[in-house]
Every structure is written in structure tokens, then in C-alpha cells.
């Protein structure tokens, strides 16, 4: 009885150690490669016929630790108002309207802030050119202010909060 004690904790060493090996081989063997950045489509200025084009628009909570409310409407659709936890979005997609007039206005409401702004108008001073990479325009709430994504696919600070009182 002596002997088996010490013969089953090799055994027992030799089970743990060809599963940690299997382990660490197994981690090495499956690198998943990272994806390739595409470079974003440009919109064409001078584009006869902009209501084929499908636009998104994503508001992103980026506050840490605070809920965002986020009322966004056009003239035609009330989207609602949506509550966001951190790291949420909300997002919808569209054709611009024949007239080139699609616009949406957005209010975002946190505790200690609140700011209303066009999250898409597609007349304008370049908001397409020079924004919204690969017609999609990512909005993000942060403590300091609104940012949005530009051509490049980085967000750019945009505007600081009304702070509430």
C-alpha cells in the first residue's frame, strides 16, 4: 500500500502535466489573425442621385458609469426615446429622401449634461465628405463632449455638453 501512494501521485503529476502543456499548445496554435482595416468608401460629392446611397447613424454611450437618453426624430419618424446603458447603441439606417433633404435632429441627455444637434443632414457644409466614414455616422457621448467619426474612421470632438445644474 505503501508503494501505490507515491506511483498514483506520479500518475496524478503526469495527468496535470500533459493537460497544462496541451494547454499552453492549444492557445499558440489558434491565433485568430486580426482583420484588416479597410480604408472607408469616400461619399462622391457631385453624386447625381444621393437617395441611392443608405446612410447609418450610431449613438454610442461611452459615458463609464452613466445611462444616456437618446431622442433622435426627422420631420417623417419619431425613433423614440432610448434609454442606454454604458457601452450601448443605438443605430438605424435610411436612403436619403430624393430632395437630398434627409435630416435628423438628436437630443442626448445624461445626469450632468445635455446637448441637442443634427446627428444627419445631408446639406450639410460637407458633413458626408468630410464625416461619416463609409456612410455610416458613429456618434459617441463621452464625459467632455459628443464626438464623430471623420473619413479616417476616428472620432473628432464635436461639441461640449450644457452642463445641468
Not at 46 to 62: K, L, Q, Y
Not at 67 to 92: M, N, T, V, Y
Not at 115 to 127: G, K, P, R, V
Request: net charge negative; aromatic share 14%; proline share 5%.
Amino acid at each position: 500500500m505503501a508503494m501505490r501512494r507515491p506511483m498514483l501521485l506520479l500518475v496524478l503529476v503526469l495527468i496535470a502535466f500533459s493537460h497544462f502543456s496541451m494547454l499552453t499548445t492549444s492557445k499558440n496554435n489558434n491565433k485568430v489573425p486580426k482583420p484588416k482595416k479597410t480604408k472607408p468608401k469616400f461619399l462622391k460629392p457631385n453624386n447625381p442621385n444621393p437617395a441611392f446611397e443608405r446612410f447609418t447613424v450610431e449613438i454610442h454611450n461611452d459615458l463609464r458609469m452613466f445611462i444616456l437618453d437618446a431622442h433622435c426624430s426627422s420631420k417623417d419618424d419619431d425613433l423614440g426615446l432610448h434609454i442606454l446603458f454604458p457601452d450601448e447603441e443605438q443605430d438605424w439606417s435610411f436612403h436619403d429622401n430624393w430632395l437630398g433633404t434627409t435630416e435628423f435632429h438628436c437630443r442626448l441627455e445624461w445626469q450632468y449634461g445635455l446637448l441637442e444637434f443634427d446627428a444627419f443632414h445631408s446639406n450639410t457644409d460637407n458633413l458626408l465628405i468630410d464625416y461619416c466614414a463609409n456612410a455610416t455616422c458613429i456618434w459617441s457621448a463621452r464625459q467632455d463632449g459628443v464626438y464623430l467619426n471623420n473619413q479616417d474612421d476616428d472620432l473628432v470632438f464635436y461639441e461640449y455638453w450644457d452642463m445641468l445644474g
